[in-house]
C-alpha cells in the first residue's frame, strides 16, 4: 500500500537523478529546462546524521519508480542541497526553477541566537543566525505561491513553528524524561481525522495513536491559541497514558489547490528514517566515506536495530512515514515532473492524482479521535 524501495541503495540508481551540494554560490549550477529540482534545506549544521541523505534518497526512489517517463520525457532529476545554517545558503523563492523544498533535522537550539556551544539545548553547536531572516522569507514566498511545496521534518519543523510563531522550544527536562528517541506514539487531532488526506491515516489506525520515529530535544508548546486562520495542528504527542500531550508535533500550514494534499507540511519527527537495509547501507557508505566515526557507526547500528526489531512496529512506523512525508513527497514531484514534460510538448499520463487515489479509505475517519 505504501510505495517504496525494494531493492538496497547499492543495487538501485537512476541515470537522470543527480545530486549538488550548495555552500556557495559558485556551487550552483545553471538551471536546466529538462532537470526538475528539488531543494533540501540541510539544517545539519555539518552534525553527523542519516537524514539529510535518507531525504535525498527518498528523492532518488520517486524518480527511480518514474524513470520510463523520465527517459521518454527526456527529463532529468536533481536535489540541490543547500547548507542553511552552516554558510547560509538559501535558495531563491519559487519560480521557473524550484517549487519543491524539504527542510531536514539537526542539532541544537530551534533560535540559533541560543546556540553558543555551552548552553543547554545548543549540543556544542556554534551559529550565525544570518540566515534566518533569509530562510523565513523564503517560506513566505513558498506560503504565497500556489503551486510551491514545503514539507519539513524535526528541527525544520521547529524553525517553521518559529517563523509561524505558533509555539514555543521548551527544553525537555527530566520530568519528560529528557529526549524522545526511538519509536514513540502521536495523537491525531480531530482536525486531522477530518482531513481529506490524514483522516484517511486516521481510518486506518482506527483511532488509535500513530507510531513514529523520535530525535528530539526539545517539545514545541503552542501558542498562542487557537492558531491563526489556515494552520492546522495534525498531531501532539502522546502522554504516557496515551492520551494526548501538550506539544505539537505536526502542522499544515497551507494546503494544495486541490484540496486533499498538504502543501506545508512540518512534523516533527523522522519520517524519513524507516527503512533497515537502507539505513545500514548508509551508515556504511559514510563510515567508507569517513564522514562519521566507526563509533558513531556502531552506536547508529544499534539504535536502528532496536527501532526496527519488531515487524509491526516496523509496519506502522512505515505507515506514518508514508502519510507525513513519502506520500505528499511523492504528490509534488509528481506534478513538478508532469509540468515541466507538459512545457516541453510531452504527456505521458503522469498524474500527482494517483497518489490520492491510491490510498484507501478503510473506516469512519472521525472515530475515537480527540478534538
Known amino acids: 500500500m505504501y510505495p517504496s524501495s525494494a531493492a538496497s541503495p547499492e543495487a538501485r540508481s537512476v541515470p537522470g537523478f543527480q545530486t549538488v551540494r550548495i555552500e556557495r554560490a559558485r556551487n550552483l549550477p545553471e538551471p536546466d529546462p529538462r532537470i526538475v529540482d528539488v531543494a533540501i534545506l540541510d539544517m545539519n549544521h555539518a552534525w553527523p546524521n542519516l537524514g539529510h541523505d535518507s531525504l535525498v534518497k527518498a528523492v532518488g526512489e520517486i524518480a527511480l519508480d518514474i524513470e520510463p517517463y523520465l527517459d521518454a520525457a527526456g527529463l532529468a532529476v536533481r536535489v540541490l542541497s543547500y547548507d542553511v545554517r552552516g554558510s547560509a545558503a538559501i535558495p531563491e523563492a ?10 531536514t533535522g539537526g542539532p541544537g537550539h530551534i533560535d540559533p541566537r541560543r546556540n553558543d556551544g555551552v548552553s543547554p539545548g545548543s549540543q556544542g553547536i556554534v551559529e550565525d543566525p544570518a540566515w534566518e ?10 506560503r504565497s505561491d500556489h503551486s510551491a511545496a514545503l514539507l519539513a521534518v524535526c ?7 518559529r517563523w509561524l510563531g505558533v509555539a514555543r522550544p521548551v527544553l525537555r527536562g527530566p520530568e519528560k524524561g529528557g529526549k524522545s528517541s526511538g519509536v514513540r506514539e502521536n495523537v491525531l487531532t480531530g ?46 504527542e502522546a502522554s504516557a497514558g496515551g492520551a494526548r500531550g501538550e506539544a505539537l508535533t505536526m502542522v499544515e500550514v497551507a494546503r494544495d489547490a486541490g484540496g486533499t494534499m498538504p502543501r506545508m507540511l512540518a512534523v516533527n519527527h523522522h519520517p524519513e528514517i524507516r527503512d533497515l537495509p537502507m539505513q545500514r547501507a548508509l551508515l556504511e557508505r559514510k563510515l567508507a566515506r569517513a564522514e ?8 547508529r547500528t544499534r539504535t536502528l536495530a532496536e527501532v526496527f526489531s519488531d515487524p509491526e512496529t516496523e509496519a506502522r512506523v512505515v505507515r506514518t512515514s508514508y502519510y507525513t512525508l513519502l506520500g505528499p513527497l511523492r504528490f509534488h514531484l509528481y506534478r513538478q515532473v508532469r509540468i515541466r514534460a507538459a512545457a516541453l510538448g510531452f504527456d505521458g499520463g503522469l498524474d500527482e492524482e494517483q497518489v490520492v487515489r491510491s490510498v484507501p479509505v478503510v473506516s469512519d475517519p472521525d472515530a475515537g479521535l480527540p478534538s
Request: with cysteine; net charge negative.
Open 133 to 142: 531572516g533569509p530562510l523565513f522569507r523564503l517560506f513566505d514566498a513558498i
Open 292 to 299: 562519521v566515526s566507526p563509533e558513531w557507526c556502531e552506536e
Open 155 to 161: 528541527h525544520s519543523f521547529g524553525v517553521v513553528c
Open 191 to 236: 482536525e486531522a481525522a477530518s482531513h481529506p488526506w490524514f483522516g484517511r491515516l486516521a481510518a486506518e489506525v482506527g483511532g488509535a495513536p500513530v507510531s513514529i520515529v523520535d530525535s528530539r530535544l526539545f517539545d514545541l508548546i503552542p501558542e498562542p491559541k487557537p492558531f491563526p486562520p489556515g494552520i492546522v495542528g495534525i498531531a501532539y
Open 94 to 103: 519559487p519560480g521557473d526553477r524550484l517549487q519543491l523544498y524539504v527542510g
